[in-house]
């Protein structure tokens, strides 16, 4: 393997686990039952840039780019869904019956 391929790979390998880093951040929302101090716009930020980097890499055909920032835009997105989805649980069950 040449040397470029294998940093491709290592590289590449890296980006995913990277982009699937703020899976770490719903699982600690979800045992909280809280989104905490998750600022949405920071995902949706990172969900914004991996979708450009996404259809850059679409564009010149380069796999190694473009798997590693699905990933990261699937987790952002997850990351944003969740976050939403327990700031409506959150208020419902502070503004519902006292």
């Given at each position: 393997m040449s040397p470029e391929t294998m940093l491709t790979v290592v590289a590449s390998s890296f980006g995913i686990v990277m982009g699937a880093s703020?899976?770490?951040?719903?699982?600690?929302?979800?045992?909280?039952?809280?989104r905490g101090q998750v600022?949405?716009?920071?995902?949706?930020?990172l969900a914004l840039g991996s979708t450009l980097w996404g259809s850059y890499a679409v564009s010149i055909h380069n796999i190694a780019v473009f798997?590693?920032?699905?990933?990261?835009g699937v987790a952002a997105v997850a990351?944003?869904?969740?976050?939403v989805n327990l700031r409506r649980v959150n208020d419902v069950v502070l503004v519902g019956p006292q």
């Amino acid at each position: 393997m040449s040397p470029e391929t294998m940093l491709t790979v290592v590289a590449s390998s890296f980006g995913i686990v990277m982009g699937a880093s703020p899976l770490l951040q719903i699982r600690k929302m979800l045992a909280e039952h809280s989104r905490g101090q998750v600022w949405i716009g920071y995902f949706a930020i990172l969900a914004l840039g991996s979708t450009l980097w996404g259809s850059y890499a679409v564009s010149i055909h380069n796999i190694a780019v473009f798997i590693p920032n699905v990933v990261a835009g699937v987790a952002a997105v997850a990351t944003i869904v969740v976050a939403v989805n327990l700031r409506r649980v959150n208020d419902v069950v502070l503004v519902g019956p006292q």
